[in-house]
């Protein structure tokens, strides 16, 4: 579990960064990606060694990655996951819920 002086953030397009971001929270950013703009993403920093990162929108599908940084390895989501399945999963990453990674299939990304 995550220490009490590290707390989660949410850091939507570039622009806008939310400290311990509620499951609402979570929901409205998922919610209001657009593939159309340039900026169509979301990172959610666990702490600074873990993040997942979602990209896309609901019209043309999400792409979501995660990062662990005491291996240095990328992961990558498999199949299409829908909005309320993107948010219940960067709602669990956020937690480290025993179980996130069960909420979609993963594949390492070669860098």
Known sequence: MNSPAVQPTLEIAGERRIPSPTDAQIGDA????????????????????HSME???DAREGFEIEHYEG???????ALGDLDAGQVVALVAAYRDAAPGWRDLARWELVDD
Do not use: E, K
């Open 30 to 49: 998922v919610g209001s990606l657009n593939a159309c703009t340039t900026y169509a993403f979301l990172i959610l920093d666990r702490d600074a060694r």
């Open 54 to 56: 979602v990209s896309g």
């Open 70 to 76: 005491g291996t240095g390895r990328r992961y990558r």
